[in-house]
């Protein structure tokens, strides 16, 4: 078995080229080169693997590859030195690899020695992350778990103006394409909107819920999207009025239908925007899942304790149509 060749296989399997696996992951085509020539960190091809749903089979038990080092080491009984000698390398390495750090070159050696069986591998399993299937990316449902959090903190979900019939989403009422609404033009009503949009179309969908929020279609607008915070309209508009809060770690979305252990864990961060919330309502969200706040005044970072009295950017009473304009422009 060669681990890189097989990676390598498995990306063309998914039609996918080095430059949209690299996009994919947060990289550059040419690190996604290397790597396939054998060059390159652990944590890279960690990260390629992950997002290509790539497991190792033959080796060991493991959600991830350092930890099936690890348990196949252990059960061959071989301690950190006999594995370096029989590998040709460094019980330091040893050490790395199993931390999940290190280099591929040294990884690829003590696979070689681990993975006695022949057994064949996994055929891979469609991401809902990767360019090659954008519609099963934009039909990702957010976890239940989230949900839950977001009722408790701000009670019942009035409106989801991106909905699907099939999302878990519980909310009084629902705005779906596939039963021939779209809630990029209809109007949005009700206390509490959650927004979990496609997120290929992500800023079209920011703005229209800043828009529903500037003329007083809803109170309070809770929006789930990718941290893409380097495009111009986060800067220009979205972190000025919102309460923005970078999520820690990584959520697991799922299909319709998919049991727990069949969700695909985003492979990019995410982040939580506000309109309308209060300092005790950003508190409360954040004891569940914690984030890192953005202040909306000078773009510095505070926690979900700090009043939040003195950075409020007072909402807009009216706005006319060339004002509502600007805020469009790019």
């Not at 690829?108 to 006695?116: E, F, G, S």
Request: with cysteine; glycine share 6%.
């Amino acid at each position: 078995m060669n681990l890189i060749q097989d990676i390598s296989r498995a990306r063309r399997e998914k039609g996918l080229t080095q430059a949209t696996l690299a996009e994919a992951i947060g990289s550059d085509r040419a690190a996604v080169a290397r790597l396939e020539a054998g060059v390159g960190p652990m944590s890279l091809l960690l990260r390629v693997m992950e997002a290509l749903q790539y497991h190792v089979a033959g080796l060991a038990k493991g959600t991830v590859l350092p930890q099936q080092l690890r348990n196949r080491r252990l059960s061959m009984k071989l301690s950190l030195q006999e594995l370096a000698q029989r590998a040709g390398v460094s019980r330091a390495t040893i050490s790395a690899l199993e931390r999940g750090d290190g280099t591929i070159a040294p990884l690829v050696k003590v696979i070689n020695i681990l993975r006695t069986s022949t057994t064949a591998r996994r055929k891979p399993t469609p991401s809902l992350w990767l360019p090659s299937v954008a519609a099963d990316r934009n039909r990702r449902f957010t976890p239940i778990e989230f949900l839950r959090a977001i009722e408790q903190v701000w009670g019942r979900i009035d409106l989801d103006p991106c909905g699907h019939p099939e999302s878990p989403v519980n909310a009084r009422q629902r705005i779906s394409l596939e039963e021939g609404g779209d809630g990029l033009q209809e109007d949005w009503s009700g206390d509490v909107v959650y927004v979990n949009p496609p997120f290929s179309d992500m800023v079209t969908w920011l703005r229209r819920a800043d828009q529903m929020w500037i003329e007083r279609r809803v109170q309070k607008i809770i929006a789930l999207v990718p941290a893409r915070t380097d495009i111009g309209y986060f800067h220009d508009r979205i972190a000025q009025v919102c309460d923005v809060g970078l999520m820690r770690g990584r959520l697991q979305f799922g299909q319709p239908n998919s049991k727990k252990d069949d969700r695909s864990r985003a492979t990019f961060a995410l982040m939580v925007c506000l309109w309308g919330a209060t300092a005790q309502e950003i508190a409360a969200f954040d004891a569940i899942y914690p984030c890192r706040w953005l202040a909306r005044d000078k773009q510095t970072m505070r926690s979900a304790s700090s009043s939040v009295a003195d950075i409020i950017v007072p909402r807009p009473a009216e706005m006319n149509e060339a004002e509502l304009t600007t805020l469009d422009a790019d």
